[in-house]
């Protein structure tokens, strides 16, 4: 059975389990979400498909959000959802998700939450290299029930109501000018890292320095993946450190758009 599984991520956390998945499946083809989201016709024709994605503002990433709105699952008869966070919220995203696929007489057969170091600089401060490393031995272990349970097909999900659905909306609303609250300091040296990992090219570079275009996802790879952490959000990222998954690199998030 050929599964495909779409991905999203911004600084690696959900490309590395979506990679993890992947390795151990029969005929997988992994799909980045950024790169095929902007097609006039998205369709599926594997049997089996799955998503992977971070947990945003209790909910579902707009570019997600939007994705899997516009994709086409008529050959599809499973599907599966596997959402990166950083706490224990579970918020609405399965149940977002459940219900787009019911508008497309779908169901999703399986949801899972993994939990991975949180990128969210712009609100949190990062943790150790010591705790990240507990967050990626926990990881392997909860990938390795997830796979089983997607090999054998099996259902592992119950839709119910979730009022975060609310603050979710706001948050997709709102999202493409929340890129208002970035700038780069004089540690910028112009090398461009920043408009090259946005997987939605909201980012150009005028005489050297990054503008934001305002259609931004808040993925937050520019200012995690800036070498000199010249990138700032605001006041609230001066005090924080930076993030992105160590097996990750700059590579592997612009290959999302490529």
Same mark, same amino acid.
């Given at each position: 059975?050929?599964?495909?599984?779409?991905?999203?991520?911004? =600084? !690696?956390?959900?490309?590395?389990?979506?990679?993890?998945?992947? /390795?151990?499946?029969?005929?997988?083809?992994?799909?980045?979400?950024?790169?095929?989201?902007?097609?006039?016709?998205?369709?599926? =024709?594997?049997?089996?498909v799955g998503f992977v994605f971070p947990l945003y503002y209790f909910g579902l990433p707009k570019i997600v959000y939007d994705f899997i709105n516009n994709i086409e699952l008529a050959k599809s008869n499973y599907c599966f959802a596997v959402i990166t966070r950083a706490g224990d919220a579970d918020g609405a995203p +399965?149940? &977002?998700?459940?219900?787009?696929?019911? =508008?497309?007489?779908?169901?999703? #057969?399986?949801?899972?939450?993994?939990?991975?170091?949180?990128?969210?600089?712009? !609100?949190?401060?990062?943790?150790?290299?010591? @705790?990240?490393? /507990?967050?990626?031995?926990?990881?392997?272990?909860? @990938?390795? *029930?997830?796979?089983?349970?997607?090999?054998?097909?099996?259902? #592992?999900?119950?839709?119910?109501? #979730?009022?975060? /659905?609310?603050?979710?909306?706001?948050?997709?609303? *709102?999202?493409?000018?929340?890129?208002?609250?970035?700038?780069?300091?004089? #540690?910028? =040296?112009?090398? !461009?890292?920043?408009?090259?990992?946005?997987? @939605?090219?909201?980012?150009?570079?005028? $005489?050297?320095?990054? +503008?934001?275009?305002?259609?931004?996802? &808040?993925?937050?790879?520019?200012?995690?993946?800036?070498?000199?952490?010249?990138?700032?959000?605001?006041?609230?990222?001066?005090?924080? !450190?930076?993030?992105?998954?160590? $097996?990750?690199?700059?590579?592997?998030?612009?290959? &999302?758009?490529?």
């Open positions: 059975m050929k599964t495909t599984i779409y991905y999203f991520s911004g =600084t !690696g956390n959900s490309l590395k389990i979506a990679r993890n998945i992947a /390795e151990r499946l029969e005929k997988c083809e992994l799909v980045p979400i950024a790169k095929v989201w902007v097609q006039d016709q998205l369709a599926s =024709t594997s049997e089996k +399965l149940q &977002q998700l459940a219900n787009i696929l019911e =508008t497309k007489m779908k169901k999703l #057969n399986a949801g899972f939450f993994v939990r991975m170091p949180s990128n969210f600089v712009i !609100g949190y401060n990062t943790v150790s290299e010591a @705790v990240q490393k /507990e967050f990626f031995e926990k990881a392997i272990d909860q @990938v390795e *029930k997830i796979i089983n349970i997607i090999k054998e097909n099996e259902e #592992n999900f119950q839709n119910k109501m #979730n009022i975060s /659905e609310r603050m979710n909306k706001k948050f997709r609303d *709102k999202v493409y000018a929340s890129d208002k609250s970035f700038y780069a300091n004089e #540690n910028c =040296t112009n090398c !461009g890292i920043c408009e090259c990992v946005c997987p @939605v090219n909201n980012i150009i570079l005028k $005489e050297g320095f990054p +503008l934001w275009q305002h259609k931004c996802q &808040q993925c937050l790879a520019c200012i995690n993946y800036c070498p000199e952490e010249a990138i700032q959000f605001g006041t609230k990222s001066l005090e924080t !450190g930076r993030y992105h998954h160590p $097996e990750i690199t700059v590579q592997d998030i612009m290959n &999302q758009k490529m």
